[in-house]
């Protein structure tokens, strides 16, 4: 049966309704194949049929569910589009609605929903839906027999997640759970099965870490990855022992990782922060002005990586900012700064409560200062989304069009290494559409200042550092508190 077929089909016939899901799914391989983004629309919209002529409120419907929620989700990791995973979440929130307690797929539902919920907080930093994730991760885990084939990958996803709750939190008693669950993943899966290596590296601070590398190719798109995660394992290693062999070994690995990175893919502005964090903590050690200076060249080369998530970008430079100023070099230091400022907008979306704007504000600290960066949060939590409202309000067309820019700018790349290119590529162009559209709505009237309050109160912030001649190293005693 082909899609003209199933078009001509009439609706209400469960038959049908399978066939169109089974196209659905013969388009999403096909995809998964090709990488072809006609295929990923067709089968969203096959999927979307199979659910939309029936009834989903029987349980024949939670198969079909699920499929619409994995291909949707697909979806949303190859355009960026909020509305995609939005869909997935409420189809796999249905599936787990819908089925019994004692339904046998009701691990498989738990699972996905989960996960979904996970790329959310991923992409929004709302807390809620962590852990919510979190909740059904440990059910798809419970619901799931000792010896099932798919135990280990759900282990893994809970592991994941319980990482992300710890590096909220910074509670040690959520990295020693999260720790555990990964060693039972891992301790579930054979040693040549093709996703140890991916366990292993997801493995917390443990020398297992090792084989990850070991285990993947010299050539393989993947190994940079791993090297990076190796290398952010033996600092963890290394703050906690204070030997140096760790964070030597360390600093190799992440220069591996570096050099590994494509110079336009999106994932190295990670290993450049990386690198140039590492190198920093051992001129802490030792001194050597020389790390430090490499240090700060790392850190900026992250923030002038344009194909990176400007979140990331921005905690490159806001700790760049502190070295240079620590280097004396106040005017370049200043410079960065009211960079990093201008495109917070970008970041720091309207879309967060407001406990968490504040925790990925605090992410800035060191630009300029604390005390700034406060200004800064203030001035973005209130200005910032009453600037919007009203410009959605005055003049929607280019309202709308900012919101497209910002989101397809935050963008996440896919795991294939094509979606990477084309989501860099697209990066780019947006970046330079998204000047040009903050240039036009300045040249609307009554919004000749927009998003410049942030420069305003960086500006204002500055006048309260210290001015330092040449010869004197500056102080750069940051205030605390807003």
Same mark, same amino acid.
């Given at each position: 049966?082909?899609?003209?077929?199933?078009?001509?089909?009439?609706?209400? &016939?469960?038959? +049908?309704?399978?066939?169109?899901?089974?196209?659905?799914?013969?388009?999403?391989?096909?995809?998964?194949?090709?990488?072809?983004?006609?295929?990923?629309?067709?089968?969203?919209?096959?999927?979307?049929?199979? /659910?939309?002529?029936?009834? %989903?409120?029987?349980?024949?419907?939670?198969?079909?569910? $699920?499929?619409?929620?994995?291909?949707?989700? !697909?979806?949303?990791? =190859?355009?960026?589009?909020?509305?995609?995973?939005?869909?997935? +979440? !409420?189809?796999?929130?249905?599936?787990?609605?819908?089925?019994?307690?004692?339904?046998?797929?009701?691990?498989?539902?738990?699972?996905?929903?989960?996960?979904?919920?996970?790329?959310?907080?991923?992409?929004?930093?709302?807390?809620?839906?962590?852990?919510?994730? /979190?909740?059904?991760? $440990?059910?798809?885990?419970?619901?799931?027999?000792? *010896?099932?084939?798919?135990?280990?990958?759900?282990?893994?996803?809970?592991?994941?997640?319980?990482?992300?709750?710890?590096?909220?939190?910074?509670?040690? #008693?959520?990295?020693?759970?999260?720790?555990?669950?990964?060693?039972?993943?891992?301790?579930?899966?054979? %040693?040549?099965?093709?996703?140890?290596?991916?366990?292993?590296?997801?493995?917390? @601070?443990?020398?297992?870490?090792?084989?990850?590398?070991?285990?993947?190719?010299?050539?393989?798109?993947?190994?940079?990855?791993?090297?990076?995660?190796?290398?952010? $394992?033996?600092?963890?290693?290394?703050?906690?022992?204070?030997?140096?062999?760790?964070?030597?070994?360390?600093?190799?690995?992440?220069?591996?990782?570096?050099?590994?990175?494509?110079?336009?893919?999106? #994932?190295? %502005?990670?290993?450049?922060?990386?690198?140039?964090?590492?190198?920093?903590?051992?001129?802490?050690?030792?001194?050597?002005?020389?790390?430090?200076?490499?240090?700060?060249?790392?850190?900026?080369?992250?923030?002038?990586?344009?194909?990176?998530?400007?979140?990331?970008?921005?905690?490159?430079?806001?700790?760049?900012?502190?070295?240079?100023?620590?280097?004396?070099?106040? &005017?370049?230091? +200043?410079?960065?700064?009211?960079?990093?400022?201008?495109?917070?907008?970008?970041? @720091?979306?309207?879309?967060?409560?407001?406990? *968490?704007?504040?925790?990925?504000?605090?992410?800035?600290?060191?630009?300029?200062?604390?005390?700034?960066?406060?200004?800064?949060? @203030?001035?973005?939590?209130?200005?910032?989304? &009453?600037?919007?409202?009203?410009?959605?309000?005055?003049?929607?067309?280019?309202?709308?069009?900012?919101? =497209?820019?910002?989101?397809?700018?935050?963008?996440?790349?896919?795991?294939?290494?094509?979606?990477?290119?084309?989501?860099?590529?697209?990066?780019?162009?947006?970046?330079?559409?998204?000047?040009?559209?903050? *240039?036009?709505?300045?040249?609307?009237?009554?919004?000749?200042?927009?998003?410049?309050?942030?420069?305003?109160?960086? *500006?204002?912030?500055?006048?309260? +550092?210290?001015?330092?001649?040449?010869?004197?190293?500056?102080?750069?005693?940051?205030?605390?508190?807003?």
């Amino acid at each position: 049966m082909d899609h003209q077929v199933a078009q001509q089909l009439q609706a209400g &016939d469960d038959i +049908i309704r399978e066939h169109l899901a089974a196209l659905a799914m013969h388009s999403y391989h096909k995809y998964t194949r090709s990488g072809n983004r006609q295929d990923i629309d067709e089968a969203a919209e096959l999927a979307r049929r199979s /659910i939309d002529t029936g009834d %989903v409120s029987v349980l024949s419907s939670l198969n079909r569910l $699920k499929k619409l929620g994995i291909i949707l989700t !697909t979806r949303y990791e =190859r355009t960026g589009e909020m509305g995609n995973l939005e869909e997935a +979440i !409420t189809a796999a929130r249905q599936a787990v609605d819908l089925s019994a307690a004692d339904h046998p797929a009701r691990a498989v539902y738990f699972n996905n929903f989960g996960s979904m919920l996970h790329r959310r907080y991923q992409r929004t930093g709302e807390m809620e839906n962590l852990e919510e994730a /979190i909740g059904m991760a $440990k059910q798809a885990v419970n619901t799931t027999s000792i *010896d099932h084939p798919d135990r280990a990958n759900r282990l893994n996803n809970l592991g994941n997640m319980l990482q992300s709750w710890f590096e909220w939190t910074g509670e040690t #008693d959520n990295l020693e759970e999260a720790i555990a669950v990964a060693r039972q993943a891992l301790d579930s899966t054979p %040693v040549d099965h093709p996703d140890r290596a991916g366990y292993l590296s997801n493995l917390g @601070n443990m020398l297992q870490s090792q084989q990850a590398v070991n285990t993947t190719p010299a050539d393989h798109p993947d190994r940079a990855t791993c090297l990076n995660n190796l290398g952010n $394992k033996l600092q963890s290693r290394y703050e906690r022992t204070g030997e140096m062999a760790n964070l030597e070994e360390a600093i190799a690995v992440a220069r591996q990782a570096v050099d590994l990175t494509p110079a336009d893919h999106p #994932d190295l %502005v990670a290993c450049l922060n990386n690198l140039g964090t590492k190198l920093e903590s051992r001129f802490g050690r030792t001194g050597d002005s020389g790390d430090l200076e490499e240090s700060s060249s790392c850190l900026y080369a992250a923030w002038s990586c344009e194909t990176g998530i400007p979140f990331h970008r921005v905690k490159a430079a806001a700790r760049c900012v502190a070295l240079l100023a620590g280097q004396s070099r106040i &005017d370049a230091a +200043i410079q960065l700064g009211q960079a990093v400022l201008d495109l917070l907008p970008v970041v @720091n979306t309207q879309l967060l409560e407001r406990s *968490d704007q504040q925790f990925v504000m605090t992410t800035f600290a060191g630009v300029a200062a604390n005390v700034c960066a406060c200004l800064a949060c @203030n001035c973005q939590l209130v200005d910032g989304k &009453d600037d919007l409202s009203s410009l959605r309000s005055d003049y929607y067309q280019i309202a709308c069009r900012y919101e =497209r820019l910002r989101t397809e700018i935050n963008t996440t790349a896919g795991d294939r290494e094509q979606h990477r290119v084309e989501t860099a590529t697209r990066r780019r162009a947006a970046l330079a559409e998204l000047d040009n559209c903050i *240039d036009d709505i300045r040249g609307c009237a009554g919004y000749e200042r927009f998003l410049l309050d942030q420069t305003y109160w960086m *500006d204002a912030a500055l006048q309260t +550092i210290p001015h330092v001649t040449t010869d004197q190293a500056p102080s750069c005693q940051f205030q605390h508190g807003c």
